[in-house]
């Protein structure tokens, strides 16, 4: 991968430590979530299907399938890896070069190859290696940090969404986490992640809680949607009131009670901060939080709306 050629946030409360994993091992409780007064349950887990949709052709032609062949006996794990799917994009350099590529999505690693001439492989990017995906503002353009040296990609392209996509579930599929996401806000900063992630950033995408938001805001969140913050809190709908953890992020406000997700889009929210509170109004559905002083004036802050 990478430059090698082939061989080789935010002020928060966490989520709950390491122990309360969202993949536990045992199944799930069966009895009604607790109350207020109760602690969050130790059985952290996430309802629903782990197959993410990508637009992405994972059919290939005669000739494709020789070439992605020839690719799997040169660089694969042999025996054991299978190509899943091929898009095109183009690779950006730190001095501005644009070079048009094929990027072949294999069940162990993405092969950034040349356009006109497959086997040509530029970069293999181990899927268990990568442990932080960078996006510019727009999301037009991301970058595949890997552990390996030298070896981080940057790319861009009408197809940039679904690559990740495919990236997120075939490296689930190896290794049950997904990658976190982190934006690059400032003009230019991406570029000069190329091949030197800071550390504190680095030690952020592999800390225990990155890697559980990751695993809420990948599944049930949209492309580049990062997080500002988490707390758990009590929530309350219909008049009943429950232990959660409470995550702000750039597009929606989710809601985790027992494993079960709830995401309102803030594009369609009416968000009200009060002394005590945190309200949303979608429609007719509302839903409060009791969050502490601290964290009630980091969300007027951040989402700009008067406490």
């Given amino acids: 991968m990478g430059k090698t050629c082939c061989t080789g946030r935010s002020k928060s409360t966490h989520f709950p ?11 799930p409780r069966k009895q009604s979530y607790l109350e207020e007064a109760a602690d969050p349950s130790p059985s952290w887990y996430l309802q ?3 197959d993410l949709k990508y637009d992405l052709r994972g059919v290939f032609t005669v000739a494709e399938e020789a070439d992605i062949s020839l690719i799997l006996q040169r660089y694969g794990v042999v025996g054991r890896e299978t190509a899943r799917a091929i898009a095109d994009c183009y690779e950006l350099s730190v001095v501005g070069q644009r ?11 993405a092969y950034f190859c040349t356009a ?19 996006l510019s503002e727009n999301c037009a353009s991301a970058m595949l940090h890997s552990s390996a040296v030298l070896s981080d990609v940057w790319f861009t392209g009408s197809q940039t969404g679904d690559i990740l996509q ?11 986490f997904y990658v976190p996401w982190d934006m690059a806000i400032q003009r230019g900063s991406l570029r000069y992640r ?3 992630v800071q550390s504190s950033l680095r030690s952020f995408a592999e800390s225990e809680t990155a890697l559980q938001t990751a695993a809420v805001i990948v599944r049930f969140g949209t492309v580049g949607e990062h997080c500002y913050l988490t707390q758990t809190c009590v929530t309350e709908r219909d008049h009943r009131r429950r232990k959660c953890i409470f995550l702000l992020t750039n597009k929606a406000m989710y809601t985790l009670t027992a494993g079960k997700v709830e995401r309102l889009a803030l594009e369609v929210t009416t968000v009200k901060v009060g002394d005590t509170q945190v309200c949303a109004l979608v429609g007719e559905v509302e839903r409060r939080w009791t969050l502490p002083a601290s964290t009630q004036a980091e969300v007027s802050k951040l989402l700009k709306v008067d406490v």
């Fill in 48 to 50: 629903g299907s782990n």
């Fill in 116 to 134: 006109e001439h497959l086997p040509n492989v530029k970069h293999r990017i181990v899927l268990r290696d990568i442990f932080l995906i960078s």
């Fill in 17 to 27: 430590s390491t122990a309360d994993t969202l993949y536990p091992q045992s199944k």
């Fill in 166 to 176: 495919a990236v997120q579930k075939l490296r689930y599929e190896l290794t049950s």
């Fill in 99 to 109: 070079e048009a590529r094929k990027v072949v999505i294999s069940s162990e690693a």
């Fill in 194 to 196: 190329l091949n030197h």
